[in-house]
T-cell receptor, first 110, second 112 residues
Framework: EADIYQTPRYLVIGTGKKITLECSQT?????MYWYQQDPGMELHLIHY???????EKGDLSSESTVSRIRTEHFPLTLESARPSHTSQYLC?????????FGQGTRLTVV | QKEVEQNSGPLSVPEGAIASLNCTYS??????FFWYRQYSGKSPELIMS????GDKEDGRFTAQLNKASQYVSLLIRDSQPSDSATYLC????????????FGSGTKLNVKP
């Protein structure tokens, strides 16, 4: 099972601020993913990476950006937060087989 | 058409009964199939993986795969109130082998 960590767990921030959500995994997985999920709603893939220096947009259009400079690290950045960005953001990683999720970051933009 | 379809529920079963959750997928080339459990406000937790046709059992959980029918199911025997959660079906290994496709989930309520 992967160890995958997300920080912060909760974030309340004002409109217009730049934020970075951190995601790190210790299992050396090549594939990493960011999902967005509103309460009671389905998961939406917003970004994924299948290795260092590779990033792809997911199925849901997002104003966020990601980078993958190191295998273990896949941060997500919002340059200017808006109330519409309020959601839960889930990071996951996989190698062969299942994806394993971090505990998530619940973001509230006020 | 969605890649993975699930009945949203809620599915209500009495404690001790068998809960049956179903999932269909559209990409016939899919190779890997997963069931996740998600409690309210928490992240999805893997409970079963299945890769070949037939049944796979793990404790009270049995996953069933029928690739010809593009159908995956999860049976939970002796259901407990602690099993009350949303169950997500996920599929990977098809035409975009790097991606996982998740269903919208089935909410299960186990009544004491």
């Amino acid at each position: 099972e992967a160890d995958i960590y997300q920080t912060p767990r909760y974030l309340v921030i004002g409109t217009g601020k730049k934020i970075t959500l951190e995601c790190s995994q210790t299992m050396g997985h090549d594939k990493m993913y960011w999902y967005q999920q509103d309460p009671g709603m389905e998961l939406h893939l917003i970004h994924y990476s299948y290795g260092v220096n590779s990033t792809e947009k997911g199925d849901l259009s997002s104003e966020s950006t990601v980078s993958r400079i190191r295998t273990e690290h896949f941060p997500l950045t919002l340059e200017s937060a808006r109330p519409s960005h309020t959601s839960q953001y889930l990071c996951a990683s996989s190698e062969v087989g299942a994806a394993f999720f971090g505990q998530g970051t619940r973001l509230t933009v006020v | 058409q969605k890649e993975v379809e699930q009945n949203s529920g809620p599915l209500s079963v009495p404690e001790g009964a068998i809960a049956s959750l179903n999932c269909t997928y559209s990409d016939r080339g899919s190779q890997s199939f997963f069931w996740y459990r998600q409690y309210s406000g928490k992240s999805p937790e893997l409970i079963m993986s299945i890769y070949s046709n037939g049944d796979k059992e793990d404790g009270r959980f049995t996953a069933q795969l029928n690739k010809a029918s593009q159908y995956v199911s999860l049976l939970i025997r002796d259901s407990q109130p602690s099993d009350s959660a949303t169950y997500l079906c996920a599929v990977s290994g098809g035409y975009n082998f790097n991606k996982f496709y998740f269903g919208s989930g089935t909410k299960l309520n186990v009544k004491p």
